[in-house]
């Protein structure tokens, strides 16, 4: 085989092709192993997706070299569209060229919607020149939003989202392009083939991450885990489409790689484009092809041209156990270098950085690095949007301003969500100090300059690729976003002799109970009776096998604290055990507390909707109640609540509205919704229900904890839970109500500002 080197836009797309090519000439790379990287050279990193007459100089010029260095050498382009603009000279050293006529067919985003309808649905669309898109749309009878795209485009480079008709990019008067519907509720698939004189070889397809961001609609990466997808689309179904296409691709003369684009949606699956050219999700496929032994898709497109027989495999079954994440440079913030905690990441295969280095010089929109992931790093939420975890993409302009501005609710939201980075210095500075203590859902509180708690997790999957970091400098703690400084803050210091106390078996007082910000929350039991049953919530993290412990020890342990003071008021909640038996006991515990203090107790436990019990507990002194619903849709809560959820809506909102007219005071009695599971409409129907009973609404953020069943599972947007709040927190308004709850401290978790 003659000396054969790849021309693209990243080093690393040709991982796992062994000994295939003896080097490369690309925009991103290392320097070494024989590549050539315009990145190393200039010590720029270009926005590759856009025309730049210095890097299509700089790979001729390379070109050229390596040519004559070896005049038996072949060249395997990325794109080979690029390749007919070389110098014929140049140019009949490629190795895997399809004719220009063909490629201006397959690049041109109108001639193959039109191409496909003969076979199978598309992305239905007008053809218009720039100078008439903006009357095509005022003329639109409807007003969906829009996507706007150049003929020919990649990379998201061209791709304009049209969300007001104020608000519209800068077009060419006389290009053309493409104006459709923007499906909101849709997920982009892509496919990678390869056309053989004998066949076609389809592998997998693979679900793109493509959002909007700041106006255009980026690629940011690929995830190969799409059996969480099949009730939307499957796999035969855009093996099926893409062949009929694929094989009218092989009769016309086109040979080699390629890949298509669907979308799926609510109304099926639709062809969206051609790219005759690699993917960008091609590297992952070399990954899995290599270990199974089997060739890569750059040596199988060698042998596609070379009119060799295709490999006696079943491409379609490859086993691609692969998502990533795709970097890219932006203007608005500092990109956050790879952390070391990054590589020794229980999901991260590997982060592919192409020779980025801090200093480089970048323009917007430019790719930095690529990081690899062996678990699905999207998710569709309840809205049938795909979504990827905040941590892993960069922020929107508009959120980052928000960040940047001091935008409480935006900030909130933020650290709820994404949790916090703690450095290495940071743990042993603080460990000096008394260590860090840890709130519920494996997080820590925060507190900020104007007193306001915010619960941040830090132990959750991906918290350390949180943009959010606490860093000490002069025995202060300090609050960083993408390291720029937000604010000096202050945590909770542990106790370590509160920390070793037990109860006379042994049980600690921490299982008993938990101290934070102003309030006590003492466990009336540590065993839910549904995990017991073996029928637990999907997203609990409660022990199994819980502590033993006696109403005495429960006893001692309120005695201490009362002893030792420090907080206004008094939780109980915790596990749930069966009804008759956990009202026994919260009676007993609040008559308990009562007879030594005043301060107000909330009960949190299973709905009660016997009158007599909600009125004993009344009267013994418990000042709020709540009944957490969870989940309002009931084939929701079944599928997520095996054991709880079989407690009707109906249970709940008798319990609720008989201790509405037991307690009366505004505010005293509380349900809980988690957002995240369930699209914002029933959120808001659920919120409205509420409101109408004197039912104080309280939002959760869903977190995806370790050790469920959910684990892997993604927690909804910020810009999401930031509509959301604004949305409900009106509703509420209405009614005269807010969402809860009143206290500040006790607001760290929830969804919600102070009133």
């Known amino acids: 085989m003659n000396s054969i080197f ?90 895997c060229l399809n004719n220009k006529p063909i490629l201006d067919v397959l690049r041109s985003k109108c001639e193959m919607r039109i191409m496909a309808s003969e076979y199978i649905p ?10 008439d898109v903006a009357s095509y749309i005022a003329q639109s009878p409807n007003t969906h939003k829009y996507i706007i795209q150049e003929n020919i485009s990649s990379g998201g480079e061209g791709t304009y989202l049209l969300s007001s008709r104020e608000d519209f990019p800068i077009l060419s008067d006389e290009g053309t392009y493409l104006v459709s519907r923007y499906y909101d509720k849709s997920i982009s698939i892509n496919i990678n083939f390869l056309v053989f004189d004998d ?15 700041n106006g255009k609609m980026i690629f940011g990466g690929s995830d190969y885990f799409i059996e969480k997808y099949h009730k939307y689309f499957c796999a035969d179904e855009v093996f099926d ?29 639709m062809f969206l484009e051609c790219n005759p050219r690699f993917q960008a999700s091609s590297f992952l496929l070399n990954l899995a092809l290599d270990k199974i032994g089997l060739p890569s898709v750059q040596e199988m497109n060698y042998m596609a041209f070379h009119h060799e027989k295709s490999p006696e495999f079943d491409f379609t079954s490859l086993q691609i156990p692969f998502s990533c994440i795709a970097v890219s440079d932006k203007s608005y913030l500092s990109p956050i270098m790879p952390r070391p905690e990054w590589n020794e990441h229980k999901n991260v295969i590997d982060i592919l950085d192409d020779g980025f280095v801090p200093n480089l010089k970048c323009e917007n929109d430019a790719y930095l690095y690529r990081i690899i992931f062996s678990t699905s790093i999207t998710d569709l939420n309840p809205e049938y949007r795909i979504v990827t975890f905040d941590n892993l993409i960069q922020p929107s302009k508009d959120w980052y301003s928000k960040i940047m501005s001091n935008d409480i609710l935006a900030l909130k939201i933020s650290l709820l969500n994404q949790g916090i980075y703690i450095p290495k210095e940071t743990h042993n500075y603080l460990k000096k100090i008394g260590g860090i203590k840890t709130s519920v859902f494996d997080s820590i509180d925060i507190i900020l300059p104007n007193s306001m708690v915010i619960n941040c997790p830090y132990k959750i999957n991906y918290a350390d690729f949180s943009p959010f970091s606490i860093e000490e400098a002069d025995g202060k703690l300090q609050l960083y976003f993408y390291n ?82 420090g907080f206004r008021h008094i939780l109980i909640g915790g596990g749930s055990e069966r009804i008759d038996y956990e009202s026994d006991t919260l009676l007993k515990l609040v008559k308990y507390i009562r007879r030594q203090t005043d301060m107000p107790i909330y009960v949190m436990c299973l709905p009660i909707a016997d009158k007599k019990t ?62 995240g599971l369930e699209p914002r409409g029933i959120l808001k129907k659920a919120v409205e229900a509420f409101c109408l009973e004197g039912i104080m609404p309280i939002l959760s953020v869903f977190r995806p904890l370790p050790e469920t069943e959910m684990e892997t599972s993604l927690p909804p947007t910020n810009e999401f839970l930031y509509s959301v709040y604004q949305e409900l927190e009106q509703v509420c308004n209405k009614y005269g109500q807010h969402l809860g709850p009143d206290c500040f401290c006790c607001q760290n978790n929830t969804l919600s500002l102070p009133w």
């Open 614 to 675: 909600l009125r004993e507990l009344y009267m013994a002194g418990v000042t709020e109640i709540g009944f957490n619903l969870e989940i309002w849709e009931t084939e929701n809560a079944e599928m997520l609540m095996p054991g709880k959820g079989k407690i009707s809506r109906q249970d709940y909102f008798n319990s609720l509205k008989n201790a509405v007219q037991i307690w009366q005071t505004p505010g005293s009695v509380r349900s809980l919704l988690i957002v």
């Open 484 to 565: 720029t400084f937000l604010h000096t803050i202050t945590l909770e210091q542990t106790d370590p002799h509160r920390e070793r106390r037990t109860v006379a078996n042994g049980v600690p007082y921490r299982r008993l109970s938990y101290l934070g910000g102003d309030r006590l929350r003492i466990h009336h039991t540590d065993i839910c009776v549904f995990k017991k049953n073996k029928k637990p919530c999907r997203f609990c993290n409660l022990p199994v096998n819980g502590f033993h412990f006696s109403l005495d020890d429960i006893y001692e342990v309120i005695d201490f604290y009362l002893q030792q003071g």
């Open 6 to 95: 790849w021309v693209g836009t990243k080093e690393s797309d040709i991982v796992c092709t062994g000994c295939f090519f003896q080097g490369s000439v690309t925009a991103c790379g290392s320097g070494r192993h024989g590549n050539q990287s315009f990145s190393n050279e200039t010590r720029k990193r270009i926005n590759y997706n856009a025309a730049n007459a210095e890097y299509t100089e700089y790979l001729h010029e390379k070109i050229g070299e390596r040519i004559g260095q070896n005049s038996a050498s072949e060249i395997m382009y990325y794109n080979p569209y690029y390749a007919h603009f070389l110098d014929k000279n140049l140019q009949r050293h490629v190795c």
């Open 199 to 213: 066949k076609i070889i389809l592998f997998p397809p693979s679900v793109q991450i493509v959002r909007p961001l």
């Open 241 to 269: 489409s893409t062949l009929k296409i694929a094989e009218n691709l092989r009769k016309i003369g086109y040979r080699g790689i390629c890949g298509f684009d669907y979308i799926a949606s609510p109304e099926g699956l």
């Open 122 to 131: 598309i992305v239905p669309f007008a053809r218009v020149l720039g100078k």
